[in-house]
Nanobody, 114 residues
C-alpha cells in the first residue's frame, strides 16, 4: 500500500535551517509529482510547493519562495524540503503528499521559536 513517512522536524531558532524528508513506498515513485503542505494550529492546510516527477520543475508558494527548496532522489524514493531563513510563521505540521491524490504522510512538526 502507499506509504509516505516524513521526518526531520524539530525546534529551530528564527533564521535557522531545517531539512525535512519524505520516504515513499508502495507505488512507482518516479512517475508522480510530489507536494509539500503545512498546517498551522487553527489554520487551513496550506500548499508549500511541489516538484515534477523528474525533479526538473519545482514550484513554491509566495510565502516560501526564495527560502525553501524542494528536491527528490528517485533512486531512494525520497523527497526533501530544505528550509532556510525560517520565521516563526513557518511553524506548522508539514506533510508530503503524492500529487493529486489522497495519499498523505502523518506529518512532522516544525517549530520556529527562540
Amino acid at each position: 500500500q502507499v506509504q509516505l513517512v516524513e521526518s526531520g522536524g524539530g525546534l529551530v531558532q528564527p533564521g535557522g535551517s531545517l531539512t525535512l524528508s519524505c520516504e515513499a513506498s508502495g507505488f512507482t515513485f518516479n512517475i508522480y509529482p510530489m507536494t509539500w503542505w503545512r498546517q498551522a494550529p487553527g489554520m487551513q492546510r496550506e500548499w508549500v510547493g511541489d516538484i515534477s516527477s523528474d525533479g526538473s520543475m519545482p514550484d513554491y508558494s509566495d510565502s516560501v519562495k526564495g527560502r525553501f527548496t524542494i528536491s527528490r532522489d528517485n533512486s531512494k524514493n525520497m523527497v526533501y524540503l530544505q528550509m532556510n531563513s525560517l520565521k516563526p510563521e513557518d511553524t506548522a505540521m508539514y506533510y508530503c503528499r503524492r500529487s493529486n491524490s489522497n495519499y498523505w504522510g502523518q506529518g512532522t512538526q516544525v517549530t520556529v521559536a527562540s
